[in-house]
């Protein structure tokens, strides 16, 4: 029977709505599942879209991601990064795990997290010529207290947005075609599961009969690589994480 002991209610009602699609998956496997949905319009990004970086919560609207917008990005690899994407816009957000992260990291007091990730995207997009967005709570599509998001998409393709097609679960996104591996994958994925199973995500709702799913978005040649990179990731979380993946098709 599922517990839950620490999500709050809107947390749990999210839950709930996607229990049936969770269980064709682990009825079926993500590859099985994902065969019925419109892969080819998830990955390709309108052509009247700016290319906006946002973070790699589930409740920000982007094809492209970065935790906190690129907050945790050492310097070289964020001016790397938004020049490979030909970023135009940066957004923030209130709420921001990756700004909490950053937060620690520089002894700023929790209480400005917040904050802190607000005036560091304006400087940033300031210093790079970007329009800053910032997105607030009631803008985002969960729920403001907490993570519902069960899976972690690790996208190789570059423009996987799950939110183009109904049938795909909610998750974290990182976009690994313009990080290098080792940041995506210490940095990134593990930020998404350290989230997921705190005390802002899922908790104890996450375990062997519901796991987080790791999840690689990658064409046919790159499949082997991220599914390889994923097995390598060392986590605490084992007996509650599956690795699965989706096959993109080429377009």
Same mark, same amino acid.
């Given at each position: 029977?599922?517990?839950?002991?620490?999500?709050?209610?809107?947390?749990?009602?999210?839950?709930?709505? @996607?229990?049936?699609?969770?269980?064709?998956?682990?009825?079926?496997?993500?590859?099985?599942?994902?065969?019925?949905?419109?892969?080819?319009?998830?990955?390709?990004?309108?052509?009247?879209?700016?290319?906006?970086?946002?973070?790699?919560?589930?409740?920000?609207?982007?094809?492209?991601?970065?935790?906190?917008? !690129?907050?945790?990005?050492?310097?070289?690899?964020?001016?790397?990064?938004? !020049?490979?994407?030909?970023?135009?816009?940066?957004?923030?957000?209130?709420?921001? !795990?990756?700004?909490?992260?950053?937060?620690?990291?520089?002894?700023?007091?929790?209480?400005?997290?917040?904050?802190?990730?607000?005036?560091?995207?304006?400087?940033?997009?300031?210093?790079?010529?970007?329009? *800053?967005?910032?997105?607030?709570?009631?803008?985002?599509?969960?729920?403001?207290?907490?993570?519902?998001?069960?899976?972690?998409? =690790?996208?190789?393709? !570059?423009?996987?947005?799950?939110?183009?097609?109904?049938?795909?679960?909610?998750?974290?996104?990182?976009?690994?075609?313009?990080?290098?591996?080792? =940041?995506?994958?210490?940095?990134?994925?593990?930020?998404?599961?350290?989230?997921?199973?705190? @005390?802002?995500?899922?908790?104890?709702?996450?375990?062997?009969? *519901?796991?987080?799913?790791?999840?690689?978005?990658?064409?046919?040649?790159?499949?082997?690589?991220?599914?390889? @990179?994923?097995?390598?990731?060392?986590?605490?979380?084992?007996?509650?994480?599956?690795?699965?993946?989706?096959?993109?098709?080429?377009?």
């Amino acid at each position: 029977m599922t517990n839950f002991e620490n999500p709050s209610d809107g947390v749990k009602k999210r839950w709930l709505m @996607e229990q049936p699609i969770f269980d064709r998956i682990k009825s079926q496997g993500f590859s099985e599942y994902a065969k019925d949905m419109n892969l080819k319009s998830a990955c390709i990004r309108p052509e009247d879209a700016p290319i906006r970086v946002c973070c790699m919560d589930e409740g920000t609207p982007s094809f492209l991601h970065a935790a906190g917008g !690129g907050i945790l990005l050492p310097p070289e690899e964020l001016e790397k990064y938004l !020049g490979h994407t030909k970023a135009q816009v940066l957004t923030s957000h209130d709420g921001c !795990g990756a700004a909490r992260i950053y937060a620690g990291m520089h002894g700023i007091d929790m209480a400005r997290a917040d904050e802190t990730g607000l005036m560091w995207a304006k400087k940033t997009a300031e210093k790079h010529g970007l329009i *800053h967005e910032h997105i607030s709570a009631s803008s985002m599509s969960r729920p403001e207290e907490g993570h519902f998001a069960r899976v972690c998409y =690790y996208d190789l393709t !570059g423009s996987f947005d799950w939110r183009r097609d109904e049938g795909l679960p909610a998750g974290f996104t990182v976009s690994h075609k313009f990080m290098d591996t080792d =940041y995506a994958l210490k940095a990134e994925t593990l930020t998404a599961l350290k989230i997921a199973f705190g @005390e802002h995500g899922l908790g104890h709702l996450l375990d062997a009969d *519901h796991p987080f799913i790791l999840c690689a978005v990658a064409r046919e040649e790159d499949l082997a690589r991220a599914l390889s @990179e994923l097995k390598s990731l060392p986590h605490h979380y084992d007996g509650r994480v599956e690795i699965e993946h989706i096959t993109v098709p080429d377009f």
